[in-house]
T-cell receptor
């Protein structure tokens, strides 16, 4: 079956760095998305990786290794507003989105 | 884990026809389901919030007469795109909130339905 795994919850300190991992097993691969979702709001697009490597976008970076079925989202210089759920989703061979359950990130002062 | 399915996964239709998309929570009950539209590599745009047994709440700018939503049971919500036009072509994604879940804000997302209107 198809599966996306990511930690349920993580806690980090304001100003620090946190890495949220995502591993996937899907039928085919057409890219991996990271979304941020604050409580009660729609998910916000963070990144899309389809080739191996690191993509940096300001304080957020996303890494992909297709051979390992692995991605991570790296958040630097954490701010309190980064407290949210982070969703990993893979586009499979049928261009269907397979979603992870999300990682709730708690930022402490 | 909680699973949400959508049917159909993709549909191609002629301009002017209506298309119904189903969203089902397979192993949990959902009093609230959400319908989103996704544009390529962009954030999900919330279209409407569907509550079981009551009328859906539409976001500003979303035509309720064009996008008909019915949430007749705790496991099924439907989105009907009426008189579809090419500009309605998009990826429609639903999500469901588990009534029994400890995290009341947790949404479980469906795989999406790709609509192409010719």
């Amino acid at each position: 079956g198809q599966n996306i795994d990511q930690p349920t919850e993580m806690t980090a300190t304001e100003g620090a760095i946190v890495q949220i991992n995502c591993t996937y097993q899907t039928s085919g691969f057409n890219g991996l998305f990271w979304y941020q979702q604050h409580a009660g709001e729609a998910p916000t697009f963070l990144s899309y990786n389809v080739l191996d490597g690191l993509e940096e976008k300001g304080r957020f970076s996303s890494f992909l290794s297709r051979s390992k079925g692995y991605s991570y989202l790296l958040l630097k210089e954490l701010q309190m507003k980064d407290s949210a759920s982070y969703l990993c989703a893979v586009l499979d061979s049928n261009y269907q989105l397979i979603w992870g359950a999300g990682t709730k990130l708690i930022i402490k002062p | 884990g909680a699973v949400v399915s959508q049917h159909p996964s993709r549909v191609i239709c002629k301009s002017g026809t209506s298309v119904k998309i189903e969203c089902r929570s397979l192993d949990f009950q959902a009093t609230t389901m959400f319908w989103y539209r996704q544009f390529p590599k962009q954030s999900l745009m919330l279209m409407a919030t569907s509550n079981e047994g009551s009328k859906a709440t539409y976001e500003q700018g979303v035509e309720k007469d064009k996008f008909l939503i019915n949430h007749a049971s705790l496991t099924l919500s439907t989105l009907t795109v009426t008189s579809a036009h090419p500009e309605d072509s998009s990826f429609y994604i639903c999500s469901a909130r588990d009534v029994a879940g400890l995290e009341t804000d947790t949404q479980y997302f469906g795989p999406g339905t790709r609509l192409t209107v010719l």
